[in-house]
């Protein structure tokens, strides 16, 4: 299978993964750590997994908002969302990235500078409340334009499935899917997530994906500033590719049932 290039790399808010045996520790403390306050039905703070945990409320809007530094790159993203009837939902992710880098090694000067759009439609297709397990499908289509790599379109489907790990336990998603890049070969992607309560409205979560040759992992925390309607969280991210590795830290703020 080839790696994914450059730019489908920095694509996804450049976010892959370092070997799952160093982050897998996290992953057991995170499910181990308590009970769970409640799930939230927007795929954040999760960077790559989706989740298939079916909205109570129909009908209702949602706003996600993060800053992300790594190095000399900084990106602000915006993410709306729509919750129709029956578990279908609409989200739209906006992002701008400022890269500082002087370049070098036959790179230009702020080549990563630029900015990403991408709309995605999912489906859920039965109740975790009721059945312990939810299924869904989830597709999204992206153009990115760059000062390094002009414009590129992608295209991603996946399958997620929420698994309760029982009651006052953790929550496990798993995602298996497929990307494409305009001008690439399709890979395969895969990924793990989890998330449990370890204080008082606060949820510690872990999260390991791999995308073709690149690999990403975070672990993080999120407070509710006020229960199920404003939340901040705050994770420590790694990606590592064929050439090297990078980590940064993200910053978010959500507000649900708008």
Known sequence: MPSLPAHLAEHRRRRHLPRSTRLAPWLCAAALAGPIAGSWANDRPFQIARTAVMEDDEQVWSFESWVERRGKLLGLSVEPEYTFSGGTSLQLQFTRNLDRSAGGLGQQPGEQTG?????????????????????AVSGALGAERSKGDGTVRTFSLKLPLSINLGEGLAMLHLNPGLAKASDARRVWTRAVAIEGE?????????????????????????????RDKLAIDLAWQLQRKPDGQAHSVVIGLGWYDL
């Open 115 to 135: 900015q990403e759009v991408e709309v995605e439609f999912k489906h859920i297709f039965n109740h975790i409340g009721r059945d312990g397990w939810g299924l």
């Open 198 to 226: 370890v204080f008082k409205r606060t949820t510690a979560f872990a999260e390991l994906a791999q995308e073709g040759g690149l690999r990403f992992g975070q672990i993080g925390a999120r407070h509710w500033l006020r």
